[in-house]
DNA sequence: CTTAATGCAAAGGCTTTGCATAGTT
DNA sequence: AACTATGCAAAGCCTTTGCATTAAG
């Protein structure tokens, strides 16, 4: 019973979709809440673990399932194999971001220096396509591909 | 030796890199030419295979990697479990498109409709990306999350 | 000729599933 | 009490690696 109380926002969401509201789920939020990093299951598990030994990998793995298909936490294939997990909306924890992708290391740079200007351009989009698609958009991301200084010099491609 | 004397952008590519023109790297790229789908390794080793028994799995994955390193390729996770992949730019084959994926059954809606206007938007970012971040950008993806109408109306979450 | 590319088989590693148990509502 | 959520162990599945062979430049 970790976080009672705080984060009362998901918890709500939780019983409108008629989802329990459990130890592992709020450990695992909680820990999300917490980082700056973009973690993987192991990651997270590793940590819920660590507060609770009785929480299990295969419960992480349903939770942020779960939470990816609510919208809560988006989820990240940056090519390296495992997948990596952040919440969409952060509340007074790490602010809303794009990324910068190496294509040969695999360095991820988070960046967030233009996002005002990207913000209302798509939102705009996002209405054109919700409207036309019949779809409710609920998050987006946007990355840019490419090779970080180091990777250029070195030899190859 | 398929396809000798088309395609000869991409050749040009690998000579510069150093990379060898093989069969099983023209038959790759004249299917990921070719099509119209997002396809998964297996995808294309299917077609490969049933052009060029000779070529196997294995070679498929790292011509896609190479290909994806090179940013000939861009390399998609729609959720599913299995790496997608298309062709950047596909001269007189498929229009640049941006993705709008449904959370719950994985549906994966191609845009077109407002590319033009992100364009330019999109220019102007990745320039100022590109010089303070000391990269070469040479692609972008922009993804829209949400749900589709037919599982708004399921029930849960 | 020299060195990169390929294929097959096997290994690897992340993620999912089956089933009995514990926990929520 | 009724039914969802959890944990463990095992299975699954996509992807990568080792090594001998073949082919490109």
């Not at 299951?41 to 299990?56: C, E, L, Q, R």
């Not at 942020?64 to 194999?81: A, H, N, S, W, Y």
């Amino acid at each position: 019973m970790r976080g009672r109380g705080r984060g009362a926002w998901w918890q709500e969401r939780f019983q409108n979709a008629g989802a329990r509201i459990t130890a592992p789920r709020e450990v695992v939020l909680d820990i999300l809440h917490e980082t700056e990093e973009h973690m993987s299951a192991a990651d997270v598990y590793v940590k819920a673990h660590a507060i609770n030994p009785s929480i299990g990998l295969t419960t992480v793995y349903r939770t942020l399932d779960m939470l990816t298909q609510m919208g809560i936490v988006q989820k990240f294939d940056f090519g390296d194999g495992k997948a990596r997990f952040e919440l969409v909306n952060n509340p007074g924890g790490k602010k809303h971001h794009h990324h910068l992708i190496c294509l040969k290391c695999k360095a991820i740079i988070d960046y967030t220096e233009f996002i005002d200007e990207e913000v209302e351009f798509i939102e705009k989009t996002q209405r054109k396509l919700s409207k036309k698609y019949d779809f409710t958009i609920t998050d987006h991301a946007i990355s840019f591909f490419g090779q970080c200084a180091k990777c250029r010099e070195g030899v190859s491609f």
